[in-house]
């Protein structure tokens, strides 16, 4: 070999210093528990304005993003009306989504949402061959939200019939995305596990039991 590569060594300092690593990844999961928690502690803000949004079906409003389930999570994709070169970053947000069917069985929706036509969504979702729900946003929804021209995530929550923004990140903030409990984790329902400190008004289970073949939940 040639090259400035790490040190050769032999197999018990191969290990003693994958044991050092180890703990520090012990150290940042425990780390993420512990902010995870914090999320579902955190305040939130009611969203009294209505927004309006367009979808293969027709025009729709906030509640119906819900998709009759108690939470939202929207991010907010750059693909902009006529847009000549879509963002490859947000392309590879899309296509790191998990299957959604894990999600809707912690009762929470996923959603993206962009300023293009939907038209235009339709066809550009097609060719990437997501079967993710997608809207046309058509006024101050980004910007209220805190995306202005950018990209962004937000998370809402239902309690009836009133609506909560209740985290919000963007940046580099979306780069540890992608798996089920990672979009869990920005909830303040969460994971729905004992184990989990924090949101003693939701109910909770074992963790690993609720888990099932995407196809086996009995839920859309």
């Known amino acids: 070999m040639t090259g400035d590569h790490p040190a050769v060594v032999d197999a018990a300092a191969w290990r003693a210093s994958l044991a050092a690593i180890r703990a520090d990844e012990k150290a940042l999961t425990e780390m993420h528990d512990r902010l995870a928690a914090r999320r579902r502690a955190a305040p939130w803000v009611a969203v009294t304005k209505a927004y309006a949004f367009n979808g293969p079906e027709g025009a729709l409003a906030l509640p119906d993003?819900?998709?009759?389930?108690?939470?939202?999570i929207v991010y907010h994709h750059m693909l902009k009306p006529q847009d000549p070169d879509p963002c490859s970053g947000c392309a590879m947000v899309g296509d790191q989504i998990p299957h959604l069917s894990h999600l809707h069985a912690r009762d929470t929706t996923l959603a993206f949402v962009s300023r293009a036509p939907i038209a235009e969504i339709e066809a550009f979702r097609a060719r990437m061959a997501w079967d993710l729900p997608w809207?046309?946003?058509?006024?101050?929804?980004?910007?209220?939200?805190?995306?202005n021209g950018?990209?962004?995530?937000?998370v809402f929550i239902r309690e009836g019939d009133a609506i909560y923004r209740t985290y919000f990140t963007k940046g580099r903030g979306m780069e540890t995305l992608?798996?089920?409990?990672?979009?869990?984790?920005?909830?303040?329902?969460g994971r729905q596990e004992k184990w989990e400190d924090g949101a003693a008004w939701v109910a909770k289970g074992a963790p690993y039991q609720w888990w099932r073949l995407h196809d086996e939940y009995g839920t859309p």
């Open 178 to 189: 992608g798996t089920i409990w990672t979009f869990l984790d920005l909830t303040p329902m």
């Open 135 to 147: 809207y046309e946003t058509t006024d101050d929804f980004n910007p209220d939200h805190d995306v």
């Open 150 to 154: 950018g990209f962004g995530l937000n």
């Open 65 to 72: 993003l819900f998709a009759g389930r108690r939470q939202l």
